[in-house]
C-alpha cells in the first residue's frame, strides 16, 4: 500500500527563523491519524534563517538524524562534541540516557534540513553524535546513510535503531528498484523533484507512507532527490 500525504496538507509552525512543517504530530501540532510509521516517530521539514537556530535543549531515548538538504548545520553539544554539516551530509545523535544540543545555522543564507526521529530498539546507551560526509553525486541509486538493521556492514552512520536512512538522485526519465524486508515499512519524501512509487505518484516534499510492498518501483518524473526511511513496523 502505497498512501501520499500533500505537502500543503503537513503540520505548520513558523516565527521570526524557523519556517517547518510537521509530517508527524510534533509540538503544537497533533493529528492523532498521523502518530509515525513504525519506528519512525519524527519528520520535520524545517526551513532555518540565517545566523538563528535552535538554542540548547535536552532530549533521551532517541535517535535523531539530520539531512541537510540546502546550506549547512552547526552542532554543539553537552559532551563537547562541535560539527558542520553541509548539503548532503548527515548527522547522527544518539540522545539515550541524556544530552543537551544546539543546532544553528552560521550561513548567509536560508539552510534546509531534514530532521528524523527513529524510536531506538537500545536504551539506556551512552550518548553520542557524529557526521559523515557522503558523495554528492549519488545519481540513480540510494545510498544507506545511517543504519542500524541486523546485518548492518558498518559502512553507514550507526543507529541505535532497527531502521536507516537512505538518500539519492534519480535522473529523469530513470527508474531504479529497493527491497523492503517482511515486517517493515517505508517512508519516502522527494527532496526535489516529482517521483512515482509502484504506479503512485508523489511531489515535491509529499510524505509516501510503504506498507506492505516488498519491491519498490521508483520512477523520476523530472530529477528527483529522494530520502528514504526503512523501520521495523
Avoid at 550518548?127 to 554528492?136: D, E, N
Avoid at 543504519?147 to 558498518?154: F, L, M, S, T
Amino acid at each position: 500500500m502505497i498512501q501520499v500525504e500533500s505537502f500543503e496538507k503537513l503540520g505548520r509552525f513558523r516565527n521570526a527563523w524557523l519556517n517547518a512543517r510537521h509530517h508527524f504530530s510534533f509540538g503544537g501540532h497533533h493529528d492523532p491519524a498521523r502518530m509515525g510509521v513504525g519506528a519512525l516517530r519524527v519528520w520535520n521539514d524545517d526551513e532555518i534563517a540565517p545566523n538563528t537556530g535552535f538554542d540548547p535543549h535536552p532530549h533521551r531515548e532517541m535517535e535523531i538524524i539530520t539531512y541537510v538538504r540546502e546550506g549547512a548545520i552547526t552542532h554543539q553539544d553537552s559532551l563537547g562534541n562541535e560539527g558542520r554539516t553541509e548539503a548532503g551530509d548527515v548527522q547522527v545523535m544518539h540522545a539515550g540516557t541524556g544530552i543537551t544540543h544546539a543546532e544553528y545555522n552560521r550561513e548567509s543564507t536560508p539552510t534546509r534540513i531534514f530532521q528524523i526521529w527513529i524510536t531506538p530498539n537500545k536504551k539506556g546507551v551512552k550518548p553520542g553524535w557524529g557526521a559523515r560526509s557522503f558523495p554528492k553525486q549519488r545519481a540513480d541509486q540510494l545510498l544507506v546513510l545511517a543504519d542500524g538493521r541486523e546485518g548492518a556492514d558498518g559502512s553507514a552512520l550507526p543507529l541505535y535503531a532497527d531502521g536507516a536512512v537512505l538518500a539519492g538522485t534519480i535522473s529523469a526519465g530513470q527508474t531504479i528498484r529497493q527491497t523492503l524486508a517482511p515486517g517493515r515499512v517505508g517512508y519516502l519524501v522527494a527532496a526535489t523533484g516529482s517521483v512515482t512509487i509502484n504506479g503512485v505518484k508523489a511531489n515535491t516534499r509529499d510524505g509516501v507512507t510503504i506498507t506492505d510492498e516488498r519491491e519498490l518501483v521508483i520512477s523520476a518524473d523530472t530529477e528527483s532527490e529522494i530520502v528514504l526511511v526503512d523501520v521495523a513496523a
